[in-house]
């Protein structure tokens, strides 16, 4: 496995009871990119996701990460390995402050459970970090907030921090700025930008503005296949990227194209 090649999945598929959710996706994630997964509804892009990180076993293919075969592990042996994943739905602890939740966070990675009656002392011996944490997503002013009292996009920048206390070699973001309006959008898109600075970033994303502004690298999926791969610029004039995002033919798309520059 090339060692720029951090993730990479070869014929990778997974069938339902015959249908098949995902055939033969051949994926190469670069070692320090952001990597995007993108297509129309029930193209299987979540599929994909679950099959990386281990929350459905596939039915044929093989998921290598950092040259080892991570086919049959199980999620946390993954998630040890550190290849995170962030989930569509923001998963914090809403009755906990923000900085509590990263130092949770911390905690599990040190070895540590989360018991509910764990002491403030143990805790406290993260707070730095966890503060550090919190500001690289912006979150400085917000420590003392209950989780559950941010607003969306705020929450989401928390959840970002909790995955990062753990320490993620590979980053997968799950729609990281679903239901954002434009302003909480932009400061999650600078705040992947950052964080994304020595590391991997794959992620889903439904938002192509988001995507053409952060992606090294999209795949785009349509029915379960890959369909088209390369930087925006290539995918966003693919005519079968087109018809496959706005259902009209290939032909027609590059009538379209021809008359957006024209």
Sequence with gaps: MDQDIILETQGLGKE?????????????????????????????KTTVFNLLTKFLPPTHGRVIYQGEDITALQPAEVALKGLIRSFQISAVFPNMS?????????????????????????????????MTLLADVGLTDFAQVLAGELAYGR????????????????????EPTQGMGIEDVDRVTALIRRVAEGRTILMVEHNLKVVATLADKITVLARGQVLSEGNYATVS????????????????????????HG
């Design 16 to 44: 339902f009871r015959g249908f098949a959710a995902v055939s033969d996706v051949n994926l190469k994630v670069a070692r320090g990119s952001i990597h995007a997964l993108i297509g129309p509804n029930g193209a299987g």
């Design 98 to 130: 923000a900085l509590d939740n990263v130092r949770v966070a911390l905690l599990r990675v040190a070895g540590g459970s989360h018991r509910f009656w764990t002491s403030n002392r143990q805790l406290d011996a993260y707070t730095d970090r966890a």
């Design 155 to 174: 929450k989401r920048a928390l959840e970002i921090a909790t995955t990062l206390a753990l320490e993620p070699k590979l980053m997968l973001l799950d």
């Design 237 to 260: 004039q693919d005519p079968r990227v087109m018809e496959a995002y706005m259902g009209v033919s290939a032909d027609e798309a590059t009538e379209l194209e021809g008359a957006h």
